[in-house]
């Protein structure tokens, strides 16, 4: 009784993560229309964004766009920021899409999650940038990862980067390499578990600004941690993942407009 129980609970799990990752493809099938975005040159490139969609305009004309230059000369100490503190789940169940130019993990709603501002924000996503989008004191890493977390009725959002250097190995991207590998074909999607607590980003110096999502519709009001200190992964793990995801999908950096950079170590 208690085997059928635990294999219900399993199924409705499975079951209701796929019916959200449902809901978030044809939402955003229905937003853009025909009209794709693309990471090219041409018409459907980063510097036409807010011309192909109504709802996008704020690519175009928003005052707080991401990514941004960080310039550590620049940020400002700020203590009262407080520790970056996450409280991921283990072992925690996820949903892979494959798109054109990413993976992403989506996440269900135990997932756990950071406290900013007095505001807890949960963990919703995890996918990538290749190069990173975020230069950090001149330097444009190989690889930056957005966590992407939002308040339990989804209307806030915050996004934590973590930017990638070569060196050792990442064992969590390792984990996401054996999955995209079993998804075979663009579009598919797998369930599966990631031990996110293996993250250990708690009290790790970040800056902090208040920017907007990186590709259509370009929302603001997204508070940005953007870790200060670069992780690694080794050439071998990112040539792997290019095997995938032939195409560069970084936004070109934008304008800071006065806005200023925090900085908490
Ligand atoms: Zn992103």
Redesign the pocket.
Same mark, same amino acid.
């Given at each position: 009784m208690e085997r059928f129980g635990f294999h219900s609970s399993f199924l409705a799990l499975t079951l209701g993560l796929f019916f959200m990752i449902y809901l978030q493809y044809s939402t955003s099938c229905k937003d853009s229309g025909l009209q794709l975005f693309n990471y090219s040159n041409g018409p459907n490139g980063p510097s036409h964004w807010g011309d192909l969609n109504e709802t996008w305009r704020l690519c175009k004309v928003g005052m707080n766009q991401s990514p941004i230059n960080i310039s550590s000369l620049e940020a400002i100490n700020d203590d009262s920021l407080g520790r970056l503190r996450t409280n991921y789940s283990r072992n925690q169940p996820f949903l892979a899409s494959l798109g054109p130019f990413n993976v992403a993990l989506n996440f269900g709603p135990d997932a756990g999650g950071i406290m900013v501002n007095s505001t807890e924000y949960i963990l919703n996503q995890y =996918?990538t940038?290749i190069p990173s989008?975020h230069i950090l004191n001149g330097t444009r890493f190989p690889l930056e990862i =957005?966590l992407?977390h939002r308040t339990s009725d989804g209307s806030r959002i915050a996004?934590i980067s973590l930017p990638y250097t070569y060196g050792k190995r990442d064992h969590i991207f390792e984990q996401v390499l054996d999955m995209i590998s079993s998804l075979k074909e663009k579009g598919g999607t797998l369930g599966s578990s990631l031990n996110m607590t293996d993250l250990k980003i708690s009290g790790k110096a970040y800056y902090r600004y208040s920017g907007s999502l990186?590709?259509p519709p370009c929302t603001e009001g997204v508070v940005w941690t953007v870790l200060k200190e670069p992780r690694t992964i080794s050439p071998e793990q990112l040539s792997r993942y290019q095997i995938a995801f032939t195409e560069n999908n970084a936004r070109f950096t934008q304008e800071l407009n006065g806005r200023p950079i925090l900085y908490h170590g």
């Open positions: =996918h940038h989008e =957005h992407v996004v990186t590709t």
